[in-house]
């Protein structure tokens, strides 16, 4: 048999596997839950001021995207933006069941119009534009919608002026808008671009699972990229690569931690310190009181140590000595760089 035919057979059982899963006995409730990790039981109000994350052995449950903004800012404290998108299906696709009554199931769980929610946030009294995606709606997946909401928070972060959070947590593109889908990854990739230009952070946060064709573009532009842990990021799961390429993969293989050591993120970070963590980043690239520390050339969002530097060498709170471990030799000519 074929390569080719061997794959379509994996695939068409998958689907069928998937299409009888909600029958199978044991489903727990979301709202109480029990540690895949370590079997300890946690009713629905620990769950939520825990943050969702096992205070025994640190497992990261998933969160849905509004509960994000809460945990992001305060309770109640955002502004949502633009909910009244929703996806149409050009393509009339029709896989086990309609694409059109796939869309219907899954605003009638989760309670969204789409796999993402775009919001006007304050972190840590910082002024945000936040666009958080939940894996419950479909898996994530990114079609049209996805694609558009991401694009105009871009442009609503450039025209303010102020940070954009960006929080994936998806399978990738949607298969059942094709090619459609696919284009929503040149989309987003030239609003961030775009982005960049203006001059504004980008804060990206990769929550699990983050892969496919969202993992392939704007997930990992983020000028500062948090992975929550165990989080996987890759573009193509273990489990597929293995049957592929009939090879064993590392343990980790496409987890935060990994990618931390692959250079991939910038940190691993626990969601109970997220919050936290991204205020202090905000402070000192979009300060509250409006200080233009900015002060920059185009396109410093790209990367290069020097720009980084020229940055924090702008930060008043930060001694000369301390800049100087960082960039030796550069404690005489102190502050003539902004
Ligand atoms: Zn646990």
């Not at 299409?19 to 709202?31: L, V, Y």
């Not at 990261?60 to 996806?87: C, I, K, M, N």
């Not at 929550?228 to 592929?244: H, K, N, W």
Request: hydrophobic letters at 40%.
């Amino acid at each position: 048999m074929s390569r080719v035919g061997r794959n379509i057979t994996v695939s068409i059982d998958r689907l069928r596997h998937l299409g009888h899963r909600q029958d199978r006995p044991g489903r727990i409730a979301s709202d109480a839950s029990t540690c895949p990790k370590c079997d300890s039981h946690y009713s629905g109000d620990e769950m939520r001021r825990n943050l969702r994350v096992c205070p025994a052995c640190g497992h990261h449950f998933p969160v849905t995207a509004r509960e994000r903004l809460e945990q992001l800012g305060e309770p109640g404290g955002y502004v949502e933006l633009w909910s009244d998108l929703r996806a149409a299906d050009p393509l009339q696709f029709t896989d086990l069941k309609p694409y059109v009554d796939r869309i219907r199931e899954a605003e009638t769980k989760t309670g969204m119009n789409e796999a993402i929610v775009c919001a006007e946030i304050e972190v840590r009294r910082v002024p945000c534009v936040a666009a958080i995606m939940d894996f419950t709606f479909m898996g994530g997946s990114m079609g049209a919608v996805v694609g558009e909401k991401l694009a105009r928070a871009c442009e609503h972060a450039a025209q303010k002026g102020i940070p954009l959070i960006i929080l994936s947590s998806s399978g990738g593109a949607r298969m059942q808008e094709g090619t459609l889908a696919l284009m929503q990854m040149a989309k987003t990739v030239i609003a961030l671009d775009a982005l960049a230009e203006a001059q504004v952070p980008v804060i990206m946060i990769l929550a699990h699972p983050t892969t496919g064709g969202v993992w392939a573009s704007f997930a990992s532009l983020g000028d500062v990229t948090y992975a929550e842990p165990g989080a996987l990021i890759a573009f193509s799961g273990p489990r597929v690569i293995e049957e592929t390429t009939r090879e064993v993969l590392p343990a980790d293989f496409g987890r935060a931690e990994r990618q931390l050591a692959n250079g991939q993120v910038d940190a691993v970070v626990d969601r109970r310190e997220l919050a936290a963590r991204i205020g202090r980043v905000l402070h000192i690239l979009a300060p509250p009181d409006g200080e233009a520390l900015l002060a920059t050339p185009p396109g410093w969002a790209q990367g290069g140590v020097e720009r980084v530097g020229r940055v924090a060498q702008s930060l008043p709170s930060i001694p000369g000595k301390i800049m100087g471990r960082i960039r030796p030799g550069t404690d005489d000519d102190e502050g003539s760089a902004a």
